[in-house]
């Protein structure tokens, strides 16, 4: 685990992102695509059923994990991949380097991998000296304006055409322009150069199958195809939980998978990667890696909060939850932001760090309603918020005023006499602060105790 | 599901993604229906290993060898699947996958009798040591990375088109 102490600053950054318009604009507008989306393409499909049985599917990967892990590693070493494993963000990252080192690797191309955001593997790479390229465009557009993703699928769902735009105009040297497919053009042409040329690519794996230890990838664009054709080399980073048992699998797992995500029926894009280039072939690297990263996750998947791991980064949950439309990703801090983002960041950080994150929730279940593997995310925060007042984390004003009411509701008789004297200092309330006045509910006259009784 | 039945669900689906379906009667019709598709200039990339990339009669000076120089690329794909209206290639029998992604146009022929109903067809008859790719295709290639606007061919084809034969 990357155990940092410094608590995530939430509050400012809620604070920052409310204040933003334009970001209020591009989340108002991305929420409610992302949610008409998804309603089109679930439709009338026994979406219950499916994602009952994807959840079965998920939950027995877990419980014998370690077997499911040894599995893959063999399987995919039969067909021809080079197996690492790794049991921390550290040890991933210098795998990949030594890879790339070994083959005096300069540059490299990567498609779309929120395992390789977790890791930081781009600075990693930098810092040893290896030019990293992202091909997904939203990764590109943000890898040129030095930020991070804000979306686990959309990662410059935060920026405007506009603002896209004049980052191309800015960094590129093109003229400016805010049409989408005109922008779309200059990153194809620009690229396209980078697959051509690139002696590396860099991918992650939407899910692992354990009987034939191939590696695949959901995409529309058509990098993570190049990525992982083109140049002679492709490493692989992936999470160990990603796994499913058998190839049979896939079909209900990419039934679910985009129409969460996208509304799509299939992304354009579904490869299955078994291995390196066999003789006789034209497809594919001629050597492929494979990195298995664990981080924390073998212990996850033995606790109380091991259904998070079910999770198969749709994006659904970030896009139904009301404080994620409101403030977007980047105020989470983290890896991964939203309600699945919340538990997964709380359980690789520690909740040292993360605990303010857990504020980032009404507890409404419409995540948990929407995910397509029926992780139960609101229970899961609530867990997590029962961890933080167990581990002293509350805030002081928090733990007095939980304590009072406590004491209060225990104690009929002082419960009565807070209520009339809350009714007579209520319209004093409006002269100290009117924020504070405009947003509590005014206290009732009479308790319902006294008017049953 | 019978075959007819399977083949329009195909052309329906692949039709919903802007793939471009076309039912042929024979190798006649295919010829007339992908002289109209290449209309336009451009090299073509064509290897002619299989019956129907045989049987395809297009301009000699037209095709080239290396997909990298294509405009177009036109090949026999694997088979297709109806649920989806995705098309299936592979690395089977010598070919490069990515034949298919870097031309602007990509062309496949389908034969009709290679369509599964479902994706559980497909993956359930899944040989035990898989080819080293296989991609399913359903559309061109697009992104919304932009304030969720679709936009057509981002790295891949801006255009798709399937015969069925």
Redesign the interface.
């Known amino acids: 685990m990357n155990r940092v102490s410094k608590a995530v600053s939430f509050r400012s950054n809620t604070v920052k992102a409310l204040n933003d318009p334009s970001l209020r604009a591009a989340m108002r507008h991305a929420t409610s695509t992302f949610g008409k989306k998804r309603a089109d393409g679930i439709g009338d499909n026994p979406f219950e059923e499916w994602r009952e049985k994807a959840s079965e599917i998920r939950m027995n990967v877990l419980k014998n994990l370690e077997q499911y892990v040894d599995m893959f590693a063999q399987n995919a070493t039969k067909a021809g991949s080079i197996v690492h494993r790794a049991k921390d963000s550290h040890t991933a990252c210098d795998i990949v380097a030594s890879v790339l080192r070994d083959h005096r690797v300069d540059k490299v191309v990567k498609s779309k991998s929120m395992i390789t955001e977790e890791i930081h593997l781009n600075s990693y790479l930098e810092q040893s000296g290896i030019k990293v390229v992202e091909t997904d465009l939203g990764e590109y557009i943000i890898q040129i304006a030095g930020e991070t993703p804000s979306h686990i699928i959309a990662p410059a769902i935060h920026k405007s055409r506009q603002q896209v735009g004049q980052l191309f105009c800015d960094k590129l040297g093109c003229e400016y322009s805010d049409d989408p497919t005109i922008l779309t053009k200059i990153a194809r042409s620009v690229l396209r150069q980078e697959f051509l040329t690139a002696p590396a690519g860099i991918s992650g794996s939407n899910f692992a199958i354990a009987e034939t230890g191939s590696i695949s990838l959901v995409t529309n664009e058509g990098n993570g195809r190049m990525v992982t054709t083109l140049p002679p080399l492709h490493v692989a980073v992936t999470s160990i939980e990603k796994i499913l048992p058998k190839v049979s699998d896939l079909a209900l797992f990419l039934r679910l998978l985009p129409r969460s995500a996208t509304g799509q029926v299939l992304s354009s894009y579904f490869s299955l990667i078994t291995g390196a280039r066999k003789a006789g072939e034209s497809s594919g690297a001629h050597q492929l890696h494979i990195v298995l990263l664990d981080n924390g996750r073998a212990e996850i998947s033995k606790g109380e909060f091991k259904e998070i791991l079910k999770c198969v980064r749709c994006g659904a949950c970030m896009n139904i939850c009301p404080v994620y439309g409101l403030i977007g990703g980047h105020a989470y801090d983290s890896t991964y932001p939203g309600p699945m983002g919340v538990i997964l960041s709380s359980l690789l950080d520690g909740l040292d760090r993360t605990h303010p994150l857990l504020d980032a929730s009404t507890l409404c279940g419409a995540c948990s309603d929407v995910c397509p593997v029926k992780v139960p995310l609101a229970k899961l925060i609530n867990q997590l918020r029962q961890k933080k007042v167990e581990l002293g984390l509350a805030s002081m004003l928090e733990t007095i005023g939980m304590t009072g009411f406590g004491i209060a509701v225990e104690h009929p008789r002082l419960f009565e006499f807070l209520q009339r004297a809350a009714n007579r200092v209520w319209p004093l309330a409006g002269f100290i602060d009117a924020k504070v006045s405009d947003r509590l509910p005014r206290p009732v006259a009479s308790s319902f105790k006294r008017r049953v009784s | 599901m019978k075959n007819e039945a399977i083949i329009q669900l195909f052309i329906e689906?692949a039709a919903?993604?802007a793939a471009n379906p076309i039912k042929v009667a024979n190798t006649k019709e295919m010829n007339s229906e992908l002289a109209k598709i290449i209309e336009n200039d451009g090299n073509i990339f064509l290897r002619k290993k299989t019956y129907c990339e045989k049987a395809v009669r297009l301009p000699k000076e037209r095709i080239v060898s290396d997909y990298?120089d294509a405009a177009f690329t036109i090949e026999q794909v694997d088979g297709a699947i109806a649920?989806?209206?995705?098309i299936i290639c592979s690395?089977l029998n010598?070919?490069?996958?990515?034949s298919s992604?870097?031309p602007i146009h990509h062309i496949a022929i389908v034969k009709a009798d290679t369509i599964y109903e479902?994706?559980?067809d497909?993956?359930?008859n899944?040989p035990?040591?898989?080819?080293?790719?296989?991609?399913?295709?359903?559309?061109?290639?697009?992104?919304?990375?932009?304030?969720?606007?679709l936009?057509i061919?981002?790295?891949?084809?801006e255009k798709l088109s399937i015969i069925v034969l």
């Open positions: 689906n919903k993604v990298l649920e989806t209206g995705s690395s010598g070919r490069a996958v990515q992604v870097l479902t994706l559980d497909f993956f359930g899944f035990e040591a898989p080819p080293t790719n296989i991609t399913l295709i359903t559309g061109p290639s697009r992104t919304a990375d932009i304030e969720l606007t936009t061919g981002i790295h891949g084809p």
